[in-house]
């Protein structure tokens, strides 16, 4: 299966900032996703990212706070804008070749809010 | 009502033992089934996709899907400490390509 580098794997940030997540795959990929993990949680789906075209948000994510892109078929960023305490969480990328295949996760970057 | 339910555990197995662990979904018209595990700490990793009604085997893991009761289940055999974590039920939307996860079953294999 594809190799899915996220980075950066942890970070803390100060209230108030953004932090910007990449995911890049070795291989083209049909679909690429952003979840969400918070401690002792199951995964939440935050969007679809659509190449070349504005991703397809979950109900309770907007694109205004998770702003995402997908210029090409092996690349993706999230962005988590104005950092609360309430973002703290485990953010990970995914990737599946088509509709209804398995998807294959990143490692995942741990973020802390200060 | 979940998308998709599971038993949050913890599920503690002798080693040796066959562990069961069960899922259940709503959306009837899914077709498509996942079994992911997750180390503590780690990311998911797929085990098994079942897409038919009935048991599908790979080594020691065993997927049964039951479309009818909506029902998904992972047998895993002689099951070893390396297989303690926690196991997540995935289902595709049938009317998108968004995945819905379970809660997770944590695993405990006892040596």
């Known amino acids: 299966s594809a190799v899915i580098s996220q980075k950066p794997s942890r970070d803390i940030c100060q209230r108030g900032t953004s932090l910007t997540i990449q995911c890049q795959v070795d291989s083209q990929v049909t679909m690429m996703f952003w979840y969400r993990q918070q401690p002792g949680q199951s995964l939440t789906l935050i969007a679809t990212?659509?190449?070349?075209?504005?991703?397809?948000?979950e109900s309770g994510f907007v694109i205004d706070k998770f702003p995402i892109s997908r210029p090409n078929l092996t690349f993706s960023t999230l962005t988590v804008s104005n950092l609360s305490p309430e973002d703290s969480s485990i953010y990970l990328c995914s990737v599946a070749q088509g509709p209804g295949q398995p998807q294959h996760f990143g490692d995942g970057t741990r973020l802390s809010i200060l | 009502q979940k998308e998709v339910e599971q038993n949050s555990g913890p599920l503690s197995v002798p080693e040796g033992a066959i562990a069961s662990l069960n899922c259940t979904y709503s959306d009837r018209g899914s077709q498509s089934f996942f079994w992911y595990r997750q180390y503590s700490g780690k990311s998911p990793e797929l085990i098994m996709s079942?897409?038919?009604?009935g048991d599908k085997e790979d080594g020691r893991f065993t997927a049964q899907l039951n479309k009818a009761s909506q029902y998904v289940s992972l047998l895993i055999r002689d099951s070893q400490p390396s297989d303690s974590a926690t196991y997540l039920c995935?289902?595709?939307?049938?009317?998108?390509?968004?995945?819905?996860f379970g809660t997770g079953t944590s695993l405990t294999v006892i040596p």
């Open positions: 990212a659509n190449q070349g075209s504005e991703a397809t948000y």
């Open positions: 079942i897409y038919s009604n």
């Open positions: 995935a289902v595709k939307s049938n009317t998108g390509n968004q995945f819905y």
